[in-house]
């Protein structure tokens, strides 16, 4: 049995194996040709502390390389919802004299970009180095590297305490967490807060988004884990609020012990989660399997279609693919290639399963009769600026919640 990276204990009930994956955003090393980097993508859960988690960890390095492809800017969607975050901590956290805030995995630097206007004082950390210098070159103050508490006190020294030190979609990326939570304790100012967003495990299960399981998500968060996990690095979970990006994700605030009051939400939070019994090994187990009848139907709609002729492009070369194809031994032979707005993506194969990567314009010519929609989580941007596809008598295919076609 496992022993639970988080509480230590040997606790954990297996609820999911993907067998042999690939790394997720690894499109060059797929193009490059050769021999790519694997291991075992497998879920648990730990009845200790509740937290969802991955039974083995894919090394960090090669997880966020310096040439890694995901850029947050890409979608309209996310350039919004980075703005409106900025705006949130700007109006509430930042208001004191000279402020100071410090992101952690700031990628193309789109959320600090609001920060830098309004004149407040910032910093961006990120090992992606190709990443950050977008960042940099919109005027962005970022640092390339991982954040840890020898970097926290780097910082510290250099700019003084933070009040806020703010990320999305990292903290559950990375296994060893204390060295956040140290670092995070090293940097804020006394009443800061540190806020975090992240997909919630609660949406995952409900929606059966078993895609959003792969190597860069080693922890699936829920509200009564994190408080936990906040809990034993010396930190209160004081406000959760539900955000609809990437199909379902909670901002969490956390502040040392004691320093302030838990909102209303968390105790909100914490009773829904136990009516959806979230603390139940059984609820993953049944997800577990509901993913796999959602493999099966995908895998035979798509065969179906091939034997009658049909043609299907993929759209969107999330790293949620990189599990579907994978795991569902989904390849150039059912669907050609997959179309992405993302220039480092472009001209690549995807990891694993090896479809070719293409520019958007592909779609058009001509249109295929079926798109996979690999980025489920843009489907309204992106069935708004391919209009002329649904037009000419395409049809979209999803595999979430379950598969259909629109
Ligand atoms: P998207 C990544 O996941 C990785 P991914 C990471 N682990 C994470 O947690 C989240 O992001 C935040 C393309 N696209 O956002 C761009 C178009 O082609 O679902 C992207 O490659 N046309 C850090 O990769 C992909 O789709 C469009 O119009 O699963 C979307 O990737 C739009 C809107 C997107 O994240
Ligand atoms: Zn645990």
Known sequence: MNACRICGEKSIVEFFDFARQPLSNSFADAAAGGREFAFRLAAGFCTGCTMAQQL??????????????????????????FTEAAKTLIATELTGSDPFIVEIGSNDGIMLRTVKEAGIRHLGVDPAKDAAELAAAEGVRVRVGLFAEPTALEIRAADGPANVVYSANTISHIPGIESIFDGVRALLAPGGVFVFEDRYVSDIVENTYFDQIYDAHFYLFAVRSVQA?????????????HLPVHGGSIRYTVARS???????????????????????PDVYRAFGARARATCGNLTALLRDLRAAGRSVVGYGATAKSATVTNYCGIGPDLVPFICDSTPAKQGTLTPGSHIPVRPPEAFSRPYPDYALLFAWNHAEEIMAKERGFRDAGGKWILYVPDVHIV
């Open 229 to 241: 996990m906040a809990a034993r690095f010396g930190f209160d979970l004081i406000d959760a609020e």
């Open 258 to 280: 004691g320093e302030r009051r838990p909102r209303a939400s968390v105790g909100e939070f914490l009773a829904r989660e136990r009516e959806r019994n979230l603390s139940d």
């Open 56 to 81: 083995e960890e894919a090394p960090r390095d090669r997880v966020f390389p310096a040439d890694y492809p995901y850029r947050s800017s890409e979608s309209a969607g996310s350039r919004r919802h």
